[in-house]
């Protein structure tokens, strides 16, 4: 049991390749998309960018291939075809373990929060139909709620704001690299789940101060991971 005298409060859940097993639909749409551009993103490099805006992750391979800066036409161009692509796929199941992690967080009296670079309406929607009375709307921090993604922290700067929370009051999990920088530059305690094939160091790199293999791992590992998280705060 959470002590009374234990300052969390909240967990803030990234949401693809978290809650939802859709990374490799936006890894492949983002890898066909910008194909069909003359642009070069293979599927495992889309892992590495996650957690960014479709935008900034548009901008970036432009100026590296290209030399300049995205138009804002290209960018809508590229962005509607990548939603459009995403959306031939079937619907993303719910990562293993993450209903289950989830109805143990709200067990223990934490706020569950959703934080999350996409803008892709579809899943987004699927939250309360996959995840019904977890996640409150209003405290959700989307890609059309910051100006910034990840790896900048003003997303888990903003959820932190939204939930009337101080950043030693919650855990964040992530499993991209870029969200695990964002959130630990956010001054959050911050879990990694490694969903994808990025290797283990990647996240470790990125800052993490835990790693498990999946979801399930954590959902099985969540009391003693936060009786321990407990003892280490002050």
Known sequence: MIQQNFKLKAVLFDMDGVLFDSMPYHANSWHKVMHAHGLN????????HEGRTGSGTINLICQ?????????EEIKSIYKEKS????????ATR?????ELLQKVKAAGLLPMVVTGSGQASLLDRLEENFPGMFRRELMVTAFDVKHGKPDPEPYLMALQKGGLNADEAIVIENAPLGIQAAVAAGIFTIAVNTGPLDD?????AGADALFPSMQALCDGWEELINNKKGHTH
């Not at 459009?84 to 619907?91: A, D, I, K, Q, S």
């Not at 990562?95 to 209903?99: F, N």
């Not at 160091?201 to 790199?205: M, P, R, S």
């Open 95 to 99: 990562m293993p373990g993450a209903w």
């Open 64 to 72: 590296r291939q290209l030399g300049r800066d995205a138009t804002p």
């Open 41 to 48: 993103l293979s599927r495992e490099e889309a892992y590495l």
């Open 201 to 205: 160091q990647v996240l470790l790199d």
């Open 84 to 91: 459009r692509e995403f959306n031939t796929y079937p619907e």
